[in-house]
C-alpha cells in the first residue's frame, strides 16, 4: 500500500537565558517589523489603484498590482530591508520570512472571504500588529532537519544571524545557539533520525508567560482502509456544561455508572485569584515595575488553566479514542450559543462553554482516532438529540434549559436528560453508518432524492424542532443490538 504522511505538531516547553530571551524578542519583534510592512505595501499599493481609478485613468495604465504570494513579497522584502530596517543585520532573516509569510497567508484568506472561496465567517483586511500581539516567529531549516537536537537530548538549536554586529551577539555565539528544554527530546530526536518524522520547521513564541517550541513535523504512515463495522464498539457522547460528556456507554475509571464525565471547570477554580490580580492590575501605574510583575503572574495564571485543561482533554480523548471503533458526536455550534448567551445576559454560562473546550476536544478525538484505525461520526447540529424519546421515538415540542429530566408523555419513561441525548446521538450514528454501509454496497434505490426508507414518510411541519430532515414515524426494526 503507497505510503502518506500526516503533520503533527509536537510541543516542548523551553527554559531560555536572559540573554536568550532577549534575543527571542528582538527576533519576534522583527517577525512583527516585516508583517506590518507588508501589509502596509499592500495596502498601499491598493489605495493608490483605487485613487487613480477615481481619477479616471485607463485600466491599462494603472499603477501595477502586487501579487499577495510569499514567493513574490520575500524578494521584494530583500531589496529594500537595508533601507527601511538598518539593523536587519543583527537579526536571522528567517524571523522576517515568518513575517511576510505570516502577511501573505492573511491576505490570502481576506481575498478567498472577498470572493465567497472559503468557508467560516468573513474575514477582513489584515490588520498591523503591535507590542501586545503575540510574539512568535518560525525557523526553517532545509538542508540539516536532525540538526535542531543536542547530543544530550535537552536543547533546541537556534539559528543565529550569519553577519551580525551587535558583540553581544558575537563574542557568545556558542552561549546563545543552544536553548535548554524543560521536557527530555530524545523520543523526538529518535524519530527523526530514523526517518518515519521529518521536522519541516520549527516554531518560537511567547504563550501563557512562557516560552516554547512548536516543532511542525511530517509523520510517514501506511493508510489503512475504515471498515464500516456497525457491530463494532460505538458510543455515542453528549457534550454539555453541568457534566463535560455523556457517554452511552459508561466506562470505568473514566465516567461514572450513568456515562457522566465530570467537567472541572478549570476556569472557574481559578477564577477568585483572577479577578484579585485583575484588580491589583488596574490601580498599577502603566510602566512600573509592579505592573511589569503582575502582568507575568497573570499570563502564568491563564497558561496555567489552559494546559491543566488540555491535559484532562487528552485523556478523555485518549480513552476514547482507544476504547471505541466509533464515537459519534453532535455538531454544536460554539460561536451561536456564546453569542445568545451574551445577548441573554448570561455570561457565566458562556464563560463556562468556553471553558469546557468542545470544539479541542473534537479536534484531538478525529486524529487519535485516525491513527487507531477508528472514525468519529458528526451528527447533524439540527438532530433534536434532547428533545426525541430514545426509547419510543416521540419528539416534544419544547424543553426548557432547566429541565433535567426528559419525561416521555407517550411511553412514560424517565430519564436524565443528558443520558436520554446520548442514547439519541448514538442511535443516529447508527442510522448514518447504515445508509454509508448501503450507498458503498451499491444497495441504494435509485429515488429522486437518494434517500432509502424503510417506513411511512409524514408531510412536512413547520418549526425550529422539526428542520432535522424529514419528518419519519418511528422504526418498527432495531439497528443494532447496541440500540
Known amino acids: 500500500m503507497d505510503q502518506s504522511y500526516r503533520v503533527r505538531a509536537v510541543i516542548v516547553p523551553l527554559d531560555p537565558t536572559p540573554a536568550q530571551t532577549q534575543l527571542l524578542r528582538s527576533y519576534c519583534g522583527a517577525s512583527r517589523f516585516a508583517y506590518n510592512w507588508a ?65 501573505s497567508a492573511a491576505l490570502k484568506n481576506y481575498n478567498e472571504s472577498k470572493k465567497g472561496m472559503r468557508q467560516g465567517g468573513p474575514v477582513g483586511f489584515p490588520k498591523f500588529k503591535s507590542r501586545r500581539s503575540k510574539q512568535s516567529f518560525t525557523l526553517i531549516e532545509f538542508t540539516r532537519t536532525w540538526s535542531w537536537f543536542s547530543e544530550d537530548s535537552r536543547h533546541v538549536r537556534l539559528i543565529l544571524p550569519r553577519f551580525a554586529t551587535d558583540p553581544r551577539i558575537t563574542r557568545r555565539r556558542d552561549q546563545l545557539q543552544w536553548i535548554h528544554t ?174 469546557a473546550g468542545w470544539y479541542e476536544l473534537r479536534r484531538q478525538l478525529t486524529y487519535k482516532t485516525e491513527d487507531r484505525g477508528h472514525r468519529v461520526v458528526v451528527v447533524n447540529r439540527f438532530y433534536p438529540s434532547s428533545k426525541k424519546c430514545s426509547h419510543c421515538g416521540e419528539t416534544r415540542a419544547k424543553l426548557a434549559q432547566s429541565d433535567r429530566v426528559f419525561e416521555c408523555s407517550t411511553c412514560g419513561i424517565t430519564l436524565d436528560r443528558d443520558v436520554n441525548a446520548a442514547r439519541n446521538i448514538r442511535d443516529e450514528g447508527i442510522r448514518l453508518l447504515t445508509n454509508e454501509a448501503s450507498t458503498v454496497a451499491g444497495h441504494q434505490p435509485g429515488t429522486l432524492n437518494a434517500v432509502s426508507r424503510d417506513r411511512e414518510t409524514e408531510p412536512p411541519r413547520r418549526g425550529r424542532g422539526d428542520r432535522y430532515q424529514s419528518r419519519t414515524t418511528q422504526p418498527t426494526r432495531e439497528l443494532s443490538p447496541l440500540a
Open 39 to 103: 501589509v502596509a505595501t499592500v495596502k498601499k499599493n491598493l489605495d493608490t489603484r483605487a485613487k487613480e481609478r477615481v481619477a479616471g485613468v485607463d485600466e491599462t495604465e494603472l499603477t501595477e498590482s502586487l501579487s499577495w504570494t510569499a514567493w513574490s513579497m520575500t524578494p521584494l522584502w530583500n531589496s529594500v530591508k537595508d533601507d527601511v530596517a538598518p539593523w536587519n543585520r543583527d537579526v536571522t532573516k528567517h524571523a522576517f520570512r515568518s513575517g511576510v509569510a505570516n502577511a
Open 182 to 355: 524543560t521536557e527530555s527530546l530524545r523520543r523526538l530526536k529518535k524519530k527523526v533520525a530514523s526517518g518515519e518524522w521529518t521536522v519541516q520547521a520549527v516554531t518560537i513564541s511567547f504563550t501563557g508567560g512562557r516560552w516554547q517550541a512548536s516543532f511542525l513535523v511530517r509523520q510517514f504512515v501506511v493508510p489503512s482502509p475504515i471498515s464500516i463495522r456497525l457491530r463494532g464498539s460505538l458510543a455515542g457522547v453528549d457534550l454539555g456544561v453541568k457534566h463535560l460528556a455523556t457517554l452511552s456507554v459508561p466506562v470505568k475509571g473514566l465516567s461514572d455508572e450513568h456515562g457522566h464525565v465530570e467537567n472541572p471547570r478549570h476556569l472557574d477554580a481559578e477564577l477568585e485569584r483572577l479577578t484579585k490580580l485583575n484588580r491589583q492590575l488596574s490601580r498599577c501605574v502603566k510602566g512600573s515595575k509592579n505592573r511589569a510583575e503582575i502582568v507575568k503572574r497573570r499570563q502564568l495564571l491563564y497558561g496555567r488553566i489552559t494546559r491543566t485543561r488540555d491535559l484532562y482533554l487528552h485523556r478523555l480523548s485518549t480513552t476514547l479514542a482507544g476504547s471505541f471503533e466509533t464515537v459519534v458526536l453532535e455538531d454544536i455550534d460554539v460561536a451561536g450559543l456564546v453569542k445568545k448567551s451574551k445577548k441573554e445576559t448570561k455570561k457565566a454560562l458562556s464563560r463556562s462553554i468556553l471553558d
